[in-house]
């Protein structure tokens, strides 16, 4: 590093004035861009490693319990690495005005001081702490997260393996309770964008949710139709919904919490012991994937339920 720099400057005194300084300023350019992508690398390898620990420790049993997290669950075809424009707008007013991102990674923006943001798989460059499975532990390894996830955020397609695990939250109305569907905005940007891929997410979303409104109809629940501004909603009570463009933080946690989600706690903390496993084995929950965690008494059930004010009936 000593002899680095003056051997730089060296360099760049054999130059044209003008040459050197435009080509020292392509230099300062990439050597921004190359932290930039090690500080990225970094913090991707960091939250992966948050994930596979809270898997590890719900596979593992372990003694101390995973901490809350939320499961992030996606059809392929929905994850596109788009460059969209936001606007967040904080309770007390602040604006934070965000490019080049992607619905999910906005997602992990807004959860994130209540906790992490994960998937099961998927492409690292996307952005959130992924659960590294094979194909013969997939099943096993949805289970486990999905039971237990403090909230579930899906954004279905066609897929075999999203509709199986649709299938699975819609069969437990306690896992029902706690899952939304993301329903991803056509920001005006997209439409007229230099990259091809956000003029194709622009026009494929809507098309998209066409099928998924069709997928979850022939399940007995109806949900709006395609917005361009996007939509949080609820799976159990769909008539409970919040804009996805400029939602703030706030607004999102105040829906979590009409729904009885409790961000300092793992999603399971309302199933006892001895009723069944969400995961359809047969076995009660503290013979299943509950001997994995603090299972909460019935009389400590009881004051949870007391406390819990529920949703209204007419939208």
Known sequence: MNTLVPGIFAFLATFDPVEGVVLAVLLAAAAVGV?????????????????QRIDDELKEMAARRAPPFYLYLRSFQSDQQTT??????????????????????????????????????????????????????????????????????????RTASVQKEADLILSSPKLQRRS???????????????????????????????????FFQTRGIVVPEYDPRGAIISLSSPYM???????????????????????????SYDLTRDEP????????FGMCHGTATNIVSEADLRVVQAAQVAPDDEP
């Not at 090690?38 to 390898?45: Q, S």
């Not at 099961?120 to 997260?145: E, F, H, K, M, P």
């Not at 804009?243 to 793992?266: G, K």
Request: hydrophobic share 40%.
């Open 35 to 51: 932290v930039a992508y090690v500080k990225a690398i970094k913090r991707h390898r960091q939250k992966d490693q948050t994930a």
């Open 84 to 157: 969209e424009n936001w606007t967040l707008e904080a309770k007390s007013g602040h604006v934070d005005r965000i490019s080049g991102s992607t619905p999910k990674a906005m997602l992990e923006h807004l959860l994130e001081p209540a906790g992490p943001l994960i998937e099961i798989g998927g492409d690292r460059q996307l952005g959130l702490g992924r659960v590294t499975v094979s194909d013969a532990d997939w099943w096993q390894t949805a289970l486990r997260v999905i039971i237990h996830a403090t909230a579930i955020f899906l954004n279905p397609g």
């Open 180 to 214: 939304f569907l993301l329903m991803e905005p056509t920001h005006e940007t997209m439409l007229h964008a230099a990259f091809e891929i956000d003029r194709i997410a622009a026009r494929d979303r809507s098309a998209r949710w066409g099928a998924t409104r069709e």
């Open 241 to 267: 919904l919040r804009a996805f463009s400029n939602l703030s933080r706030y607004e999102l946690y105040a829906l979590l919490q009409d729904l009885s989600v409790d961000p300092e706690r793992l999603g």
């Open 277 to 284: 496993c969400p995961c359809r084995s047969g076995r009660a």
